[in-house]
């Protein structure tokens, strides 16, 4: 159902009015996931950067040790970045004042996942054939 037009310029007074108020914008911007995961990327890129300025310094002055400390920085570094931008592309939605997983906001999401999905098979089974 269409806004009528003074529904629809209450709307865009609102939205221009939260557009200015830039403690609300930054409100908004620190807790969107997406803009984490953008930082996380540029860190990723500037580590694997620098891994791989260590690895060549490394080679270049013949300290293989040194080498493989740049190389697995790299690897590491890569690996922080694809982390980072698949959570950036599929963000975790979370509830107002709490968590979108009742462990927290870390660790176990997937595995909570799973086990949410095999709780919700069980409960959804069929009744049949029950000794009882």
Same mark, same amino acid.
């Not at 990327?41 to 620098?50: E, K, Q, R």
């Given at each position: 159902m269409p806004l009528s037009e003074h529904e629809q310029r209450l709307f865009e007074q609102i939205e221009r009015s939260l557009a200015e108020d830039s403690k609300f914008a930054s409100a908004v911007r620190s807790t969107d996931p997406r803009y984490h995961a953008r930082r996380? =990327? !540029?860190? !990723?890129?500037? !580590? =694997? #950067?620098?891994? #791989? !300025?260590v690895l060549i310094y490394g080679v270049a002055i013949r300290i293989p040790l040194l080498g493989v400390a740049g190389f697995v920085v790299m690897l590491g570094s890569v690996a922080y970045g694809i982390q980072a931008f698949r959570r950036g592309r599929a963000p975790e939605l979370k509830i107002v004042g709490g968590s979108s997983t009742g462990r927290g906001s870390r660790g176990g999401s997937r595995r909570n996942g799973i086990v949410s999905r095999l709780e919700d098979r069980w409960r959804n089974r069929p009744e049949g054939d029950q000794a009882g």
């Open positions: 996380r =990327v !540029a860190f !990723a890129v500037i !580590a =694997v #950067l620098l891994g #791989l !300025a």
